[in-house]
């Protein structure tokens, strides 16, 4: 998508951008869609994910046990 700051976030994310800023692979990110896991919108005919829709998922991964 677009450059962006730490003190302005993008509104939301395509697949392949969010992959790249959460470090979790497409797959993985067409698997939670489909789990209802992650919100997902349609815009234009492309999947987006808004910035905190995308944040919430990621809290909600499970917690690495020591």
Not at 26 to 31: D, G, K, N, P, T
Request: hydrophobic letters at 45%; proline letters at 5%; glycine letters at 4%.
């Amino acid at each position: 998508m677009t450059a962006r700051n730490d003190n302005n976030p993008p509104l939301a994310y395509d697949i392949v951008s969010l992959a790249k800023v959460s470090s979790r692979g497409r797959s993985v990110i067409f698997e939670d869609i489909a789990a209802e896991r992650l919100t997902a919108r349609k815009a234009g005919g492309k999947l987006i994910v808004l910035h905190e829709d995308a944040v919430a998922w990621l809290h909600a991964l499970p917690i690495r046990e020591t």
